[in-house]
């Protein structure tokens, strides 16, 4: 399974899909499918030449120059989980404002597991989005070593195990899709997607047509998990306080090298649980803390490690200390300057 050690080591996963999309050889048998797909469905179009974008060109631009997201598998259950109680009123559609960056590449600490559109299981270990003219693009990366996956196990079989990572790289593109502004993404049924017949069609008539029509439901569940758990990812990513780490010098070298200007990965992860003291002392008496006044606490920073040894910083608010009833003893600053 596609894993990484420490944050940062996602922005060197990053600078290699960009190689592969970029120089791999594979890379136009990749492309051949989903090429008809953007041509198709999707409103991403070169500025200079007005025609729809190459996909492998799409792919290394935007991977690129997207801001990296790092998100952890406590982060990813609870989202994924919400999706089965998600509910929408008036806004079932998407919006501009609902991007927290207008491209941005997302790794999962754990993949997500869907049913694509013949029942077979499919992993997403990586989310890209680019904005465009109408929209944003958005495409699935999965994980070519992933057991549970279906489509990405019978490849490995074909390849030969690990020339599967060669051929494919090591996140393939499994799903490429366009959601263009007020286009409404949640709540899909069966009748908002392609006929059986066309699907089958789309595919190459590969997969039977009654396969299609009977899992017409199943996808359409599996679509609307998905686009929920973008949409609040995006959301919890915007209104929660996201930590960015630097690249170290290390890394930092070997961005230089490859070109990139990658500097940085944003974490999402919850935020750490301070459990209350519990004395161990059977003796021990808890002591009453006797108020006389209240007081004024200016603003200042906090820092602290927290439980997987990164260091953490946040910004306390000025903010007055003390029961509300007692008496607000105002002080004057002395400044001290000695040479």
């Known amino acids: 399974m596609a894993t990484v050690y420490r944050p940062i080591d996602v922005l060197e996963k990053q600078v290699d899909l960009v190689r592969w999309w970029s120089r791999s050889q594979y890379r136009h048998g990749m492309t051949g499918a989903f090429q008809r797909m953007a041509d198709q469905y999707i409103t991403m179009k070169d500025p200079d030449t007005g025609k729809p974008y190459v996909v492998e060109d799409w792919m290394a631009s935007r991977l690129d120059s997207a801001e990296t997201f790092y998100v952890r598998r406590e982060i990813i259950s609870r989202l994924w989980d919400f999706t089965d109680v998600y509910q929408t009123h008036e806004h079932e559609v998407v919006l501009p404002q609902d991007l927290p960056c207008p491209r941005g590449f997302v790794y999962l600490e754990r993949p997500i597991h869907i049913m694509d559109a013949r029942a077979r299981v499919t992993s997403i270990k990586g989310i890209l989005w680019g904005e465009e003219r109408a929209g944003v693009a ?4 999965s994980d070519a070593a992933d057991d549970l996956d279906e489509v990405n196990r019978d490849a490995w079989a074909r390849w030969g195990g690990k020339d599967a990572v060669v051929g494919m790289c090591e996140m393939p593109l499994l799903h490429l899709t366009s959601w263009t502004w007020g286009r409404r993404i949640v709540n899909l049924t069966a009748e908002d997607f392609s006929s059986p017949e066309h699907l089958a069609e789309f595919h190459g008539n590969v997969t039977p047509v009654e396969v299609y029509q009977e899992n017409r439901q199943t996808y359409a569940h599996a679509v609307n998990r998905f686009n929920q758990f973008l949409l609040s990812l995006w959301e919890f990513v915007q209104e929660q306080i996201p930590w960015k780490i630097p690249a170290d010098r290390p890394m930092l ?11 940085e990965v944003t974490v999402v992860d ?3 649980y301070d459990q209350p003291y519990e004395p161990t002392d059977p003796d021990y008496e808890p002591q009453t803390v006797i108020w006389n006044h209240r ?4 603003e200042h920073k906090r820092r602290w490690i927290d439980k997987h040894g990164n260091y953490r910083e946040t910004t306390v608010s000025a903010h007055v200390k003390g029961p509300e009833h007692l008496p607000l003893i105002e002080k004057d600053r002395i400044f001290h ?3």
Do not use: N
């Open 138 to 141: 958005i495409a699935q990366l």
């Open 295 to 298: 007081w004024r606490v200016r």
């Open 253 to 263: 070298k070997r961005l230089k090298r490859a070109h990139s200007p990658l500097k």
């Open 270 to 272: 919850l935020r750490p």
């Open 337 to 339: 300057v000695k040479r």
